[in-house]
């Protein structure tokens, strides 16, 4: 199975912090989502394999999937078209619970020291854990190598999830995620074959 790990492109929310937050995406969308193109093989015409697109339901995440394959998303009756799957909830962001929208500056040492001192087991007052973000994570890609799609795969979402979806091919603990680099409109290529995982490129 080929996959391609894409992160969605530029938002504007400065020093909030958000995950299942919805944020509007920066005037540079256009520009970031043909550098993301760049870095795929060919998404449609006579050389291109079908893809299996699964995005987060995140607004910032559907609009690249519509954007890179905009046919089968003017398709898509009730958001779901193969190969095109606009509202996959096992790749949200993590949920941030009573922090969603808040400055990271403004929010309480009490509550914010506990999280940065241990993000895997912690979790944001109403949110979730980067455990439990792993542990969704784990079970799609488990899902996709128990019945590989034909083509190539595409999971568009977000830097957290893209994290811990390398940390499951590396077989890295989850404390090391926040180690790897994931920018804005950046790719990561992973190829799984008889001898498991080849990670191929990172935040390209």
Known sequence: MELYLI?????????????????????TFAAEAERVRAHLP?????????????S????????????????AAAAAPANVVAPLILSEPRLRELHFGAWEGRPWAELPPAELDPWMADFV?????????????????????????????????????HAGAVRSLLCHALALPP?????????????????????????????R
Do not use: K
Not at 64 to 71: D, F, I, Q, S, T
């Open 175 to 203: 404390r090391q995620a926040f180690q790897l680099a994931v920018d804005y409109a950046s790719v990561s290529g992973l190829r799984h074959g008889r001898a498991g995982w080849e990670v191929r490129f990172v935040n």
């Open 56 to 71: 987060s339901p995140a607004t910032r995440c559907r609009r690249l999937a519509e954007a890179l394959w905009p046919a």
């Open 7 to 27: 992160r969605h492109t530029a938002v504007l929310a400065p020093g909030l912090c958000y995950g299942h937050l919805d944020v509007p995406l920066a005037d």
């Open 42 to 54: 060919p998404l449609s015409g006579p050389a291109a394999a079908p893809w299996c697109v699964l």
């Open 121 to 157: 087991h912690q979790a944001p007052p109403g949110g979730e854990s980067f455990a439990e973000l792993h542990v969704r994570t784990g079970a799609l890609l488990a899902e996709l190598l128990a019945a590989p799609p034909a083509g190539p795969v595409a999971l568009i979402t």
